[in-house]
């Protein structure tokens, strides 16, 4: 099965889609787009998705997965080897939680179009943009570092095999590093951060090793 992932490389979403896929040994074609010259917004990218975001999942029949956990978990649910969720279900619902406290709490706040939307309709400027990003990752990596002490709590955000909740921690952190945010702060969190940059499914994904990075 050909697969077309559609995404840029500074996109934390995109880079959790990037890591599920190398977890499970898929390749796919690298297209990449422009967020900040409107390249998402163009017509054909809107026939495509219609909310003009990355990632999307394009299969070789024509169907396009949107929305990066959604994608995430039809992976899972269609390779389920190396499974990226835990056999039983209150393990389950511990990693979805981290994993949503990321991706809901987090994530839409600061995505791009909110930070541009503050200076356009707010006149927010680049230093408050900062703070405001600062400000929500702080919030939830505070109560994520909190959780994280749970006995589930492994090598990896549950247990010593990396899944779910590990690839949007990881592609968050390196989301902060753009906003010169210490993961130090949060010892557990930078643990495991540290710990997945060692593994090549996830170093590989990261925002650097792409081909639109240079």
Not at 157 to 171: R, S
Not at 174 to 193: L, Q, Y
Request: hydrophobic share 40%; charged share 20%.
């Amino acid at each position: 099965m050909t697969l077309r992932l559609h995404n840029f490389f500074r996109s934390s979403s995109s880079t959790r889609v990037r890591v599920a896929l190398n977890v499970k040994g898929l390749s796919y074609d690298y297209v990449s787009y422009k967020l900040r010259d409107g390249e998402t917004r163009a017509p054909a990218f809107l026939r495509m998705n219609p909310a003009g975001l990355v990632p999307a999942l394009e299969r070789e029949d024509g169907l396009v997965l949107m929305q990066s956990l959604a994608i995430i978990e039809w992976l899972d649910e269609t390779r389920p080897e190396p499974p990226l969720l835990p056999g039983d279900a209150d393990g389950r619902a511990r990693v979805r939680a981290l994993a949503q406290m990321i991706a809901c709490e987090v994530h839409p706040l600061n995505n791009l179009r909110v930070l541009q939307y503050l200076g356009t309709a707010f006149g927010a400027n680049e230093a408050a943009q900062a703070n405001w990003f600062r400000h929500w990752v702080s919030t939830t990596f505070d109560a994520l570092e909190t959780q994280l002490s749970h006995p589930a709590t492994g090598r990896y955000c549950h247990g010593d095999t990396p899944g779910l909740a590990d690839i949007c921690l990881y592609a968050q952190v390196w989301n902060n590093k753009r906003f010169e945010i210490d993961v130090a702060r949060w010892p557990t969190v930078s643990r495991i951060f540290s710990a997945l940059d060692e593994l090549g499914a996830f170093r590989d994904a990261s925002p650097p090793s792409q081909p639109d990075a240079a």
